[in-house]
């Protein structure tokens, strides 16, 4: 039987998460004997116009050209997977966002602005169908190891649907909280092994948010520290501000039901 073919395109983003795929050296030598890649630039020189069984991909749409070719990529492919918060979330390439694209192009190109092609940025699933979404920045290359596996044996792939929290307290970690710092971990879908409370940092909240975010609850942390939630909101500012822009226009449409 020909194995099925898969191939990693990007988009607008730092192409961090293809490379956490070719950090998976030990895992990615075994997936090969599964999977035929047919085009990945940071991998190899060789492109394709074939149907594509899997496509991975990376980035934001953020430019009319990106558009054309996400399409063209969802035409060509019978599963569309979008790999870390760039493609799941918009990430970072939401800052842009703020700004009319107009005023965006001059600040950044001056007089040659009006010759750049740049719209507000936006997640893969904003634009074409995605069939799933593999989280954080960048993705976790284990993460993406099991669940290539089981797209392989046709198992609906999981992610965790508990908050970074839980990880953090079953590795004992001292609670940031505790240390006067703010985090994200109680809203943020585990995943990451409590990576950056781990390390002493905060959560960033880069895994997007879990299902359903106990936000009460997180209010209750932020008050009992003395933060506030415009403190919250400027955390979100980096990694969810799409979700959350996501989330208040699915609100508003059950409210107007
Ligand atoms: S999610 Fe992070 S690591 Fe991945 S492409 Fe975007 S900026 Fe880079
Ligand atoms: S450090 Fe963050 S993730 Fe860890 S327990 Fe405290 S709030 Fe939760
Ligand atoms: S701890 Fe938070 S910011 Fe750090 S990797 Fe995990 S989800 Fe991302």
Redesign the pocket.
């Known amino acids: 039987m020909a194995k099925p073919t898969a191939a990693v395109f990007s988009f607008t983003?730092?192409?961090?998460?293809s490379l956490?795929i070719l950090e998976n050296e030990n895992e990615l030598l075994d997936i090969l004997n599964f999977v035929d890649f047919v085009e990945w630039r940071e991998a190899m020189s060789e492109k394709t116009t074939d149907t594509i069984d899997i496509a991975f991909v990376?980035?934001s749409i953020s430019t009319h050209h990106d558009v054309k070719k996400i399409k063209q990529v969802r035409e060509r492919c019978k599963m569309l997977v979008a790999i870390?918060?760039?493609?799941t979330n918009t990430?970072?390439n939401s800052l842009k966002n703020r700004y009319g694209m107009s005023e965006l192009k001059e600040m950044v190109y001056g007089e040659a602005g009006a010759n750049f092609d740049t719209i507000p940025a936006r997640p893969l699933h904003a634009v074409v169908p995605v069939d799933f979404e593999i989280p954080?920045?960048?993705?976790q290359g284990e993460e993406f190891i099991r669940i290539v596996q089981a797209l392989l044996i046709g198992k609906a792939p999981r992610l965790p649907n508990y908050p970074v929290c839980v990880e953090c307290k079953r590795k004992e970690n001292v609670c940031v909280y505790d240390k006067g710092m703010f985090c994200m971990g109680p809203v943020t879908r585990a995943g990451c092994d409590a990576d950056c409370p781990s390390y002493g940092a905060w959560c960033e909240g880069?895994r997007g948010f879990v299902d359903h975010p106990n936000e009460n609850a997180h209010w209750e942390v932020l008050k009992e520290y003395g933060l506030t939630v415009e403190e919250v909101m400027q955390r979100f500012d980096i990694f969810c501000t799409y979700e959350l822009e996501e989330r208040k226009a699915k609100a508003d449409q059950q409210e107007r039901k």
């Open positions: 983003c730092c192409e961090g998460c956490s990376d980035g870390g918060a760039c493609a990430c970072v954080g920045c960048p993705m880069c």
